[in-house]
């Protein structure tokens, strides 16, 4: 018989990212398993991606709350609730565990489950659950939600994380080319130019292109200065998450900050390197079927030379801890976005 299964998990890129192994988890171990999921309309294509979501249902809850209570907002408000109020649902799992994800759950029909006072970040999101599960909050982000999604649903899991973004790596060529993340949302993540400038002669003497990203124009005026004098260099315009996701998933390596985008290329399986500075990755480290180095901490950004090892770590790895050179030759051509 199927279950009908609502997640609730709204934001942000990174987060939702960490969330797929767990829905992976769930259509393995759960039967017949039917998987809505709400989530911001700005990172619809996230849950998409993945086979076992039947639904994805947006919610633009960043874009309401600038003005709450217009006419417009209440319309669109009053849709969602219809929309959810149209299925019951047999699980309605809130992975979110904050006060806003709260708004959503209050509105659903179903047996309610979340994490318990000691285990959401915010605690008061625990009073509205009809079923609470411990889970240990100091450990990563991936893992946490596997465990919740076990708890729920009462089976034991596995094997190293499944993302499900199989179709977007599929039959695709690995080409020689880096990606580069060099700004995040906050400033105090931002790594300095001089160390960025080491890497970028690295990969360069390597023979391979640089394509930085960049999401807004104070972000592409931070790669175009960083790029400067580096003529196998180029700053990507911007895109959707769909064509980023083409790009990372054939490129060689990518190295950036700790930013959703860098996480996403962990969990594409591709050679990943984040830099830490601002936030621990000992709650959010990368994790993916490829290499990956978390490098640095709050207040502890990696050095140049720390970056660099892991570079030429990840330039020679191979599954199952093979190293092997990779053949590398710019071509000036960064693929996956004509098509």
Do not use: C
């Amino acid at each position: 018989m199927a279950k009908k299964i609502l997640i609730v998990r709204m934001s942000s890129l990174g987060d939702l990212v960490h969330m797929l192994p767990a829905i992976s988890d769930i259509a393995r171990h759960v039967p017949g398993a039917l998987i809505d999921w709400v989530v911001e309309e700005n990172f619809t294509e996230i849950p998409a991606w993945h086979p076992a979501i039947r639904d994805v249902i947006p919610v633009a809850h960043r874009r309401w709350r600038k003005h709450w209570w217009a006419a417009d907002t209440r319309a669109e408000r009053a849709a969602l609730r219809a929309k959810l109020q149209s299925r019951r649902y047999d699980v309605v799992l809130d992975m979110q565990a904050l006060m806003k994800s709260i708004w959503v759950v209050r509105q659903t029909l179903g047996t309610r489950h979340g994490l318990d006072r000691k285990s959401a970040r915010e605690p008061m999101a625990s009073l509205f659950y009809d079923v609470k599960h411990r889970v240990n909050f100091w450990q990563p982000a991936v893992e946490r939600q596997r465990q919740l999604a076990a708890a729920t649903f009462g089976y034991t899991y596995e094997g190293v994380p499944d993302f499900g973004l199989d179709a977007l790596t599929r039959g695709v060529s690995i080409e020689p080319y880096v990606v580069i993340m060099p700004s995040a949302s906050r400033g105090d993540k931002l790594w300095p130019a001089e160390s960025w400038h080491r890497v970028f002669d690295h990969l360069s003497a390597r023979g391979l292109g640089l394509s930085l990203l960049a999401g807004n124009p104070e972000e592409s005026a931070r790669a175009q200065a960083l790029s400067r004098g580096y003529p196998n260099a180029r700053v990507m315009p911007r895109m959707s998450l769909r064509e980023v996701a083409r790009l990372l998933a054939a490129t060689t390596l990518m190295v950036g900050l700790d930013s959703g985008l860098t996480h996403l290329s962990a969990g594409l399986g591709r050679p990943t390197i984040g830099i830490y500075k601002a936030s621990t990755p000992v709650r959010t480290p990368l994790e993916g079927a490829g290499y990956t180095a978390s490098l640095g901490d709050r207040g502890n950004a990696p050095s140049a030379e720390t970056v660099l090892s892991a570079v030429e770590q990840a330039l020679t790895y191979r599954p199952g801890g093979v190293m092997d050179e990779i053949v590398t030759g710019f071509s000036g051509i960064v693929p996956g976005l004509a098509h």
